[in-house]
């Protein structure tokens, strides 16, 4: 039973001219012999550009991390198979992150479904619960190039819905393959239909006591610049984790914005003020401080506003939930306009004060991770920071200061895996013409090698900056490090063993060894914002950063209690 391949490519011809029309401009594509058809058809779509992936799930990190910095859906094309299971875990994220991708996997006709055939398994709702939209397609060629049009308006709509995210289209194909030269006729593209809206939320309760909470988002200049009049109109001060867009750019020169939520919310200090209300953005802070402390003081109003769903609620302590757009919200939320407060001023000078207490700290301790975060908050001018998860988050959410610089940080706190972060900062880099460095520990690079071996080939300015303590640092803050009866050192930091200097001729990068501030700084001057890959290695000890985090934590309840 064979298809038409004229009929086949009229219908992927018009399916990709209208994501082309709908706002995509990049298909992400992995080669394979089933998915033929789809790449020729993307590759002769004018307005598309085509990047091509030799590892399915690092194609997929690429693509989210384009996403992200370009704020365009990203369509990806793969073969059938375990080819299409690797786009999983970018799924996944890009699914908690609401970051809209178009994945479409070819796939064997029905006829060859279920029959032991090569490179067949079933793909029908592959990704389960962590997509917008599953669509098994009709085998390609089927139909008329009309629905294939009405099915890409579809899945774009859903994609950048209100709750935009990933949409999975498995697409069957019958051989022959292979397209037939000359174009199909010209296609008229449908008309897309205007984006739905929300309605306007409920107003804010009217007391000065209250505490804007920003957890990670991917919100734009238009979002950071409303939740910074929110902030700057109610008084309210806005506590802002290192991936919420709001703790670094011009406006925290008049707003209200909050560093070191981490160290405040461990102190006493915090148990005494006490806010009215809480208003929690977005996902989950990084900080496990403010978790505990909402554990401990139960504020009476605690809000959750989002737009993916996931209104995070670990402390059992919200008692309300808002389903819209963060930024979207601040712009229409009815709000009290107390402005500058005492209760204002009593969180700023707290704040002031402990960054004051840890930029001293840093200063004077061993050269480690919070030097290391010391060194890429110093440059000046636009940065994109891709900060990888485990250890790098953490350590940036304790030690970077609130400033006005144009610092952008991205994180992959969706899902909070350590999957894809190389990938995702080449697509970061690729897709913004700032400059682009990605923070990360050497387990998380290890675990995207494959991934790292593509930057060059896809043309990424990319500056890696790897802190390195031979295995997963994080886990040597586990209680159980300290047990008699437990290789802790073994079971969980699982030391690797490997020189990091060796990945940088595989993957045609400069190499830089860092091993003090003086180093780090001549490193990063010499890498960040010129052409090609670098790795700069700096080895660090986990010893000390559990040490210095707790150093950091109890600073900061001292100088609390002395000051403000």
Same mark, same amino acid.
């Given at each position: 039973?064979?298809?038409?391949p004229?009929?086949t490519?009229?219908?992927?011809?018009?399916?990709?001219a209208?994501?082309a029309?709908?706002?995509?401009?990049?298909?992400?594509?992995s080669?394979?012999?089933?998915?033929?058809p789809?790449t020729?058809?993307?590759?002769?779509?004018?307005?598309l550009?085509?990047?091509?992936?030799?590892?399915?799930r690092a194609?997929a990190f690429?693509?989210?991390?384009?996403?992200?910095?370009t704020?365009?859906?990203?369509?990806?094309?793969?073969?059938s198979g375990t080819?299409?299971a690797?786009?999983?875990p970018?799924?996944?994220?890009?699914?908690?992150?609401g970051?809209?991708?178009?994945?479409?996997?070819?796939?064997?006709p029905?006829?060859?479904q279920?029959r032991?055939?090569?490179?067949?398994?079933?793909?029908q709702?592959l990704y389960?619960?962590?997509?917008?939209?599953?669509?098994?397609a009709?085998?390609?060629?089927?139909?008329p190039?009309?629905?294939?049009?009405?099915?890409a308006?579809?899945l774009?709509?859903?994609?950048?819905g209100?709750?935009p995210?990933?949409?999975?289209?498995?697409?069957?194909?019958?051989?022959?393959l292979?397209p037939?030269?000359e174009?199909?006729?010209p296609?008229?593209?449908?008309?897309?239909?205007?984006?739905?809206?929300r309605l306007?939320p409920?107003?804010l309760?009217d007391?000065p006591?209250?505490?804007l909470?920003a957890?990670?988002?991917?919100?734009?200049?238009a979002?950071i610049?409303?939740?910074?009049?929110?902030?700057t109109?109610?008084?309210?001060?806005?506590?802002?984790?290192?991936?919420?867009?709001?703790?670094?750019?011009?406006?925290?020169?008049?707003?209200?914005?909050?560093?070191?939520?981490e160290?405040l919310?461990?102190a006493?200090?915090?148990d005494r003020?006490?806010?009215?209300?809480?208003?929690?953005?977005?996902?989950m802070?990084?900080s496990?401080?403010?978790?505990?402390?909402?554990e401990?003081?139960r504020p009476?109003?605690?809000i959750?506003?989002?737009?993916?769903g996931?209104?995070?609620?670990?402390?059992?302590?919200v008692?309300a939930?808002?389903?819209h757009?963060?930024?979207?919200?601040?712009a229409s939320?009815?709000a009290?306009?107390?402005?500058?407060?005492?209760w204002t001023s009593?969180?700023?000078?707290?704040?002031?004060t402990?960054?004051?207490?840890?930029?001293?700290?840093?200063?004077?301790?061993?050269?480690?991770?919070?030097?290391?975060?010391?060194?890429?908050d110093a440059?000046?001018?636009?940065?994109?920071?891709?900060v990888?998860?485990?250890?790098p988050?953490?350590?940036?959410?304790a030690?970077?200061?609130?400033?006005?610089?144009?610092?952008r940080?991205?994180?992959n706190?969706g899902a909070?895996?350590i999957?894809?972060?190389?990938?995702t900062?080449?697509?970061?880099?690729v897709?913004?013409?700032?400059p682009t460095?990605?923070?990360?520990g050497?387990?998380t690079l290890?675990?995207? @090698?494959s991934?790292?071996? &593509? *930057? $060059?080939?896809?043309?990424?300015? #990319?500056? +890696?900056v790897? %802190?390195?303590? /031979?295995?997963?640092?994080i886990?040597?803050?586990l209680p159980?490090?300290?047990s008699p009866?437990v290789d802790?050192?073994r079971?969980?930091?699982?030391p690797?063993?490997?020189?990091?200097a060796?990945?940088?001729?595989?993957?045609?990068?400069s190499?830089?060894r860092?091993?003090?501030r003086?180093? @780090?700084d001549?490193?990063? &001057? *010499? $890498?960040?914002?010129?052409?090609? #890959?670098h +790795?700069?290695? %700096?080895?660090? /000890?986990?010893g000390?950063?559990?040490?210095?985090?707790?150093e950091?934590?109890i600073v900061?309840?001292?100088?609390?209690?002395v000051?403000?």
């Amino acid at each position: 039973m064979n298809t038409d391949p004229a009929a086949t490519q009229a219908a992927l011809r018009a399916f990709f001219a209208q994501l082309a029309a709908g706002g995509i401009a990049h298909v992400a594509v992995s080669p394979g012999s089933r998915s033929t058809p789809l790449t020729v058809a993307a590759d002769r779509t004018d307005g598309l550009d085509l990047s091509i992936h030799l590892d399915e799930r690092a194609g997929a990190f690429f693509a989210l991390g384009l996403a992200r910095t370009t704020r365009r859906p990203v369509a990806l094309a793969c073969t059938s198979g375990t080819a299409a299971a690797n786009y999983l875990p970018a799924v996944v994220e890009a699914f908690h992150s609401g970051v809209p991708l178009i994945v479409i996997t070819a796939d064997r006709p029905p006829e060859l479904q279920g029959r032991g055939a090569p490179q067949t398994i079933d793909q029908q709702n592959l990704y389960g619960t962590h997509v917008r939209r599953f669509v098994e397609a009709p085998v390609a060629g089927t139909e008329p190039p009309e629905a294939a049009a009405a099915l890409a308006v579809s899945l774009l709509g859903v994609a950048l819905g209100t709750a935009p995210g990933p949409v999975h289209l498995n697409w069957p194909f019958r051989e022959p393959l292979e397209p037939p030269d000359e174009d199909p006729a010209p296609f008229d593209l449908l008309a897309v239909p205007a984006p739905a809206t929300r309605l306007a939320p409920p107003a804010l309760p009217d007391t000065p006591r209250g505490l804007l909470v920003a957890g990670p988002m991917d919100l734009d200049d238009a979002g950071i610049a409303t939740v910074a009049d929110l902030a700057t109109r109610t008084g309210w001060p806005v506590v802002a984790d290192p991936a919420s867009g709001l703790r670094c750019g011009p406006h925290v020169e008049t707003t209200p914005v909050l560093a070191c939520g981490e160290h405040l919310f461990r102190a006493p200090w915090a148990d005494r003020h006490v806010p009215d209300a809480v208003v929690q953005l977005g996902a989950m802070p990084t900080s496990k401080a403010y978790r505990l402390w909402l554990e401990r003081t139960r504020p009476a109003t605690v809000i959750t506003v989002d737009h993916l769903g996931r209104h995070p609620d670990a402390a059992l302590a919200v008692t309300a939930r808002i389903d819209h757009e963060p930024g979207a919200w601040a712009a229409s939320v009815g709000a009290p306009a107390h402005g500058t407060t005492d209760w204002t001023s009593d969180w700023t000078t707290a704040d002031r004060t402990v960054a004051g207490a840890i930029g001293e700290l840093i200063a004077d301790a061993p050269f480690d991770e919070p030097s290391v975060v010391a060194a890429i908050d110093a440059p000046v001018g636009p940065l994109n920071l891709v900060v990888a998860n485990s250890m790098p988050i953490r350590d940036l959410d304790a030690f970077l200061p609130a400033s006005t610089r144009p610092l952008r940080v991205v994180a992959n706190r969706g899902a909070n895996g350590i999957d894809g972060q190389a990938s995702t900062a080449i697509g970061v880099a690729v897709g913004s013409p700032d400059p682009t460095v990605l923070l990360t520990g050497d387990l998380t690079l290890l675990h995207d @090698l494959s991934g790292l071996t &593509a *930057a $060059t080939r896809l043309g990424a300015d #990319l500056t +890696i900056v790897v %802190v390195d303590n /031979d295995g997963g640092g994080i886990f040597s803050f586990l209680p159980i490090v300290d047990s008699p009866t437990v290789d802790h050192h073994r079971l969980f930091h699982t030391p690797h063993g490997l020189d990091l200097a060796h990945i940088a001729p595989l993957c045609g990068a400069s190499y830089h060894r860092a091993t003090d501030r003086a180093s @780090l700084d001549s490193a990063l &001057a *010499a $890498t960040v914002g010129r052409p090609g #890959l670098h +790795i700069v290695h %700096v080895p660090v /000890d986990a010893g000390t950063n559990v040490r210095l985090h707790r150093e950091a934590a109890i600073v900061s309840a001292s100088v609390l209690e002395v000051g403000p």
